[in-house]
């Protein structure tokens, strides 16, 4: 596999610094390097780029919101010399942060954590929906496989996602929005049924009072999501 990458980053020597680095991983493909976020957003714009390696601080648009405008599926590793940006930048769904110095043993740790990435995702791209077996998810800097089968629900909670599954008492908690778990997610096994909640239509077993119960749990469903639900239910 080969992955197509950019840098970004306002100091040209930092630029060269890391464009070196990426010569020396057989499967980064260089097609760009920028001083600025505007000049990036273009070049992305005109290649279909996969990868970016983006400073953070510069000047007119920071790399913090170049990151929000970029296509679905372009990722970020971000390089700063920063580290209280860290919690930002897994918001955004970075691959990782990288604080500079950044040498050449850290940079290729987080060039294999992308090639792990981009496989995973290839791999599921090409399966048809009803074939993909589990998703995997960010959690405390690593990534987890989940299978589909054990996931009850899951919970939304602004910027994290609970998930929830028979194999563990304890849920999952990921640094992503809902809206990236649903799509995630098979719809043909999953349904939302309220803003902050999805839940897995073979696990459903009682609802009660326009309530899905889990036992203890009961999830509300909520008032934009009912017909939709009504029509899983047939009813």
């Known amino acids: 596999m080969t992955i197509k990458c950019i840098i970004v980053d306002d100091e040209p020597l930092a630029v060269e610094l890391l464009a070196s680095y990426v010569q020396k991983i057989p499967f980064l493909q260089l097609v760009g390097k920028y001083n600025n976020a505007t000049d990036a957003l273009n070049g992305v714009k005109d290649s279909d780029v996969d990868l970016i390696f983006l400073d953070i601080q510069m000047p007119e648009v920071s790399g913090m919101e170049l990151s929000r405008m970029l296509p679905e599926g372009t990722r970020v590793i971000f390089t700063t010399a920063f580290d209280q940006y860290a919690v930002d930048s897994y918001r955004t769904g970075a691959l990782d942060y990288l604080l500079k110095p950044i040498t050449y043993a850290t940079f290729l740790e987080a060039c294999n954590k992308a090639l792990q990435w981009f496989q995973l995702v290839h791999q599921s791209e090409n399966k048809p929906e009803d074939e993909v077996k589990s998703i995997f998810v960010k959690s405390e800097y690593k990534l987890l496989q989940i299978n589909l089968d054990s ?24 640094l992503m929005n809902m809206k990236a778990m649903e799509q995630m997610l098979p719809a043909s096994r999953f349904i939302r049924v309220h803003r902050s909640f999805i839940v897995s239509k073979e696990k459903i077993r009682e609802i009660d009072r326009n309530r899905i119960v889990f036992g203890d749990v009961y999830i509300p469903i909520g008032d934009s999501y009912k017909q939709a639900f009504n029509d899983f239910l047939g009813r």
């Open 151 to 174: 996931i009850r629900y899951v919970e939304g909670l602004k910027d994290y996602v609970k998930i929830y599954t028979d194999e563990s008492p304890h849920p999952v908690l990921s």
